[in-house]
């Protein structure tokens, strides 16, 4: 089969594209052929060998996938044949992917395969953070750092999902369109966006910060919360990790959340199972991923590139046989 490896951490340029012997599926299984593949940040920092979770080289790296069962154990209740969707532990970027029953979901007629493959990671983490973390109330106004990557957009079209007021930063006005597109109601560009975030909400503040960039804009996210408002920490595509001063929330009463599905699985495993559930009755209630862009396997390298320089726009996604 196929596969992208990353043969060294020298980020996008130690991953490489190889063919290795197909998997095989155990009795408890789910084996499947992998029509598309979801690109996400973690991707990256395992190839940069940031990532906390790091397999011994090489390795095939991808948490989510989207395709056709092969082969499924009789009590998980697929079917060979039937369309798919999966979160997985590792090993997405390959024709070939096999994933432990409780991860796999049929996937809707309506969702492409490409749509599929950008729910596993990314819409998994939005549905936690605001609905588990962040306990988001339908009418809070939240507001969404880097809303026009993967995260970003999924974090938006999940709040409004929720019936929140989104209000979306981005860094440039050409990522604008995107942000919109994934539902924001209001759009601010550029780094001047406290100020338009406390007029936007009448001086108030935001009942709620999705905060995946870190650095320099976690300060600014506490400093643009309401009142018993909560930021949530998800990730630092800045590259950087803030340092905050905790008078801070204390001072302004504002709570400041870590978001981290993976590492509460380990603990608490019902959590994946939950909210794949809760993601599922959103889907079907009308919630829709917005891919920007696809690539094809072999093409893996400049995915990840594109993310590394945060140049882009919704979900990138690899294309599979």
Known sequence: MQVLEIRSLDGPDGVVAAQRPDVVASGEEVLIEVRAAGVSFPDLLQAQGRYQHRPELPFVAGGEVAGIVRTAPAASGLQPGERVWASTDGGGFAELAVVAPHRVR????????????????????????????????????????????????????VAKAYGARAIAVVSTAAKAPTATAAGADVVLVGDAWRDAVLAETGGHGADLVADVV???????????????????????????????????????????????????????????????????????????????????LAEGADALRALGGRTALGKLVLTVG
């Open 214 to 296: 870190g650095g320099d804009a976690t300060l600014e996210a506490v400093r643009s919360a309401a009142p018993e408002g909560r930021v949530l920490v998800l990730g630092f595509t800045s590259g950087a990790i803030s340092s905050i001063a905790v008078n801070r929330l204390l001072l302004r009463n504002v709570s400041l959340v870590g978001v981290g599905l993976g590492a509460f699985v380990a603990v608490q495993p019902s959590a994946m199972v939950e909210t794949i559930a809760e993601l599922m009755r959103l889907v079907d209630g009308g919630l829709r991923p917005l891919v920007g862009a696809t690539f094809r």
């Open 106 to 157: 049929r996937l809707p007629n309506h969702l492409s395969f490409e749509q599929g493959a950008a729910l596993g990671v990314n819409f998994l983490t939005a549905v936690f953070a605001l609905r588990g973390r962040g306990r988001l109330v339908p009418g809070e106004t939240v507001v969404v750092l880097g809303a026009a990557g993967g995260l970003g957009t999924a974090t938006v079209a």
